[in-house]
């Protein structure tokens, strides 16, 4: 399978601050994800990738060309970056037209009425960007990536303003497009949305790679976790210690990892001292998970 | 596609009532100069009524329109450094640079669409102007001038475009805009004020020597810079301040941070 996103040695600085170190990953399943923490350098890397900011060091090819060659692919691949701003005197409909111009589309108001579509922005595309809610910008920012069947899609964060019904129809999109051929590369640092997707991970903390895997198997790892709230949280603790758990105490709450759920809800059951406490099985946000140190969980 | 691209611009930028603030100012700062210049309109001899019109057309309009090029050049500069430095802040840039082919097309249709607008108005203006005192228009002198406009408002374009992509912020690079424009009026009013416009070598600074132009050209006299010379100077200057804008945001400046 050829690479969609290769990046070999990639390093870039801005000043004293690495967004990334050394990077090297290759991406070539039809949905591939970017996932780390905010500062994690998803974004330097996805810039990286439209041309718009230069390597230090290393090297980059996006459907097998440099980056900064890109334009010459350029209605090959749709960008979603996590910067826009739109002609706010243009409607949504006249401001994907435009673009389709720009991108040398034939037949641009047909792609236009295509990409409104997909993106569901309904009856606000033919009213003023001006008039916009961050919903509707983001999905109209969508629609510029699906403009004109593009073969590879780079996504920053799309589902940032959405709402769940909106994230669920992206959803569903990128599910049927990806099923057509179309690769996507997807940055996000919010895990529950992509629960419903399958593909595979490249794992970004500090500008590092710690992780290069499957999405199921992060979301796997993810689902042994559990979240106790307590009161008095230092007895919760000091129950959890005695019973053999490994935890890390996050705020208010206690994330404990383990696989028998019943067994630590009997536990605690059974415990006098415990006012009150809660259990709660799911998805935990990178965030939370990197806080709790999880990036040791992920080593390569 | 730039052709498109200018026409957004232009009716991006043209959402502000600039046109109508540029007219407002225009007129002012004519009937400003009309005010305080009687002495001058006194010394001029006549042989004829219309000679006498055509002379006050030329002695005091024109010179008032003369007037204009520091409002023309603080105004492009400004818009430029506004709109290019509001571009990178709130992220045009990049959207744009995701479906243009060349980011050489962003920058001219930029300049294009920055400097027409003024230019159109101030050359609308002057039209205006010319009606209210009606008097016979000297037209050669008219369509040089307005080229002479359109390549200063060209020049202070590009030089703020290369400016504003240096400071990139909005706020530094409307500060470093308006010191420009200021600064580079300052000196040409200068020059002219002491006559330094006789010393050719002062030609080779295209901007300082559009305000000896204005004046010596309508005047007919003896130091009258050849508009043969200073044009082809002119675009030179516009040409290579736009190559090093389109080096420095192609090489130097990171669009991405």
């Given at each position: 399978m050829s690479d969609v996103v290769l990046f070999e040695e990639v390093s870039k600085r801005f000043g004293d601050v690495r967004a990334l170190d050394n990077v090297t990953f290759r991406m070539s399943e039809n949905i591939n994800f970017l996932l780390g923490p905010n500062g994690s350098g998803k974004s330097t890397a996805i810039n990286l990738m439209a041309g718009l900011v230069r390597r230090d060091s290393g090297n980059i090819l996006i459907l097998g060309r440099d980056p900064h060659d890109i334009y010459k692919i350029i209605r090959k691949v749709g960008f979603l970056l996590e910067k826009y701003w739109f002609y706010?005197?243009?409607?949504g409909y006249e401001h994907i037209v435009l673009a389709a111009k720009l991108k040398g589309i034939e037949r641009p108001e047909a792609a236009a009425r295509k990409a409104v579509e997909m993106v569901a922005l309904g009856e606000y595309s033919?009213?003023?960007?001006?008039?916009?809610?961050k919903g509707n910008l983001q999905k109209l920012a969508l629609a510029h990536a699906f403009l004109g069947n593009p073969e590879l899609v780079i996504l920053d964060?799309?589902?940032?303003?959405?709402?769940p019904p909106s994230s669920k129809h992206l959803i569903r999109v990128i599910n049927e497009l990806s099923r057509g051929g179309v690769k996507f590369v997807i940055s996000t640092h919010v895990l529950s949305y992509i629960e419903e997707l399958r593909g595979h991970v490249v794992m970004l903390d500090k500008g590092r790679v710690i992780y290069e895997g499957d999405l199921r198997d992060i979301l796997n790892k993810i689902r042994g976790l559990i979240v106790v709230k307590g009161r008095p949280l230092d007895t919760l603790a000091s129950i959890l210690e005695s019973a053999g758990f490994k935890y890390t105490i996050l705020d208010d709450k206690i994330v404990v990892k383990t696989s028998s759920v019943n067994e630590l809800s009997k536990i605690l059951k059974m415990a006098?001292?415990?006012e009150s406490f809660e259990l709660k099985r799911g998805i935990i946000e990178l965030e939370e998970l990197f806080r709790l140190g999880g990036a040791t969980w992920f080593s390569k | 596609m730039v052709l498109e691209m200018m026409k957004t611009e232009i009716k991006e930028i043209t959402r502000f009532p600039l046109m109508d603030l540029y007219l407002v100012i225009f007129l002012i700062l004519v009937s400003l100069w009309m005010a305080f210049h009687p002495g001058r309109a006194t010394l001029m001899v006549a042989n004829s009524p219309s000679e006498a019109l055509q002379m006050m057309s030329r002695k005091i309009l024109v010179m008032s329109y003369a007037s204009i090029e520091f409002l023309i050049a603080v105004l492009t500069s400004l818009l430029v450094a506004l709109s290019i430095a509001r571009d990178y802040e709130r992220g045009r840039v990049h959207l744009i640079l995701t479906l243009l082919p060349s980011r050489r097309w962003y920058l001219l249709s930029k300049i294009v669409s920055c400097s027409l607008p003024p230019t159109i108005s101030a050359v609308f203006s002057f039209l205006l102007g010319l009606l209210v005192i009606f008097v016979t228009i000297p037209l050669v002198e008219s369509i040089i001038m307005m080229c002479i406009v359109l390549l200063l408002t060209l020049f202070y374009s590009s030089l703020t475009l290369l400016l504003s992509l240096i400071a990139k912020r909005l706020i530094p690079s409307l500060v470093i805009s308006t010191i420009v424009a200021l600064f580079t009026n300052m000196i040409s009013k200068t020059l002219v004020y002491f006559e330094?416009?006789?010393?050719?070598?002062?030609?080779?600074i295209p901007p300082l020597c559009y305000r000896t132009v204005l004046t010596v050209s309508f005047n007919m006299g003896p130091n009258s810079i050849n508009p043969y010379v200073l044009v082809p100077i002119s675009i030179t200057y516009i040409i290579a301040l736009l190559l090093a804008s389109n080096y420095y945001f192609n090489n130097i400046m990171e669009v991405g941070k």
């Open positions: 706010e005197s243009l409607t033919e009213k003023p960007i001006a008039g916009y809610s964060e799309p589902f940032a303003n959405l709402d006098k001292d415990l | 330094l416009h006789k010393i050719p070598t002062f030609s080779i």
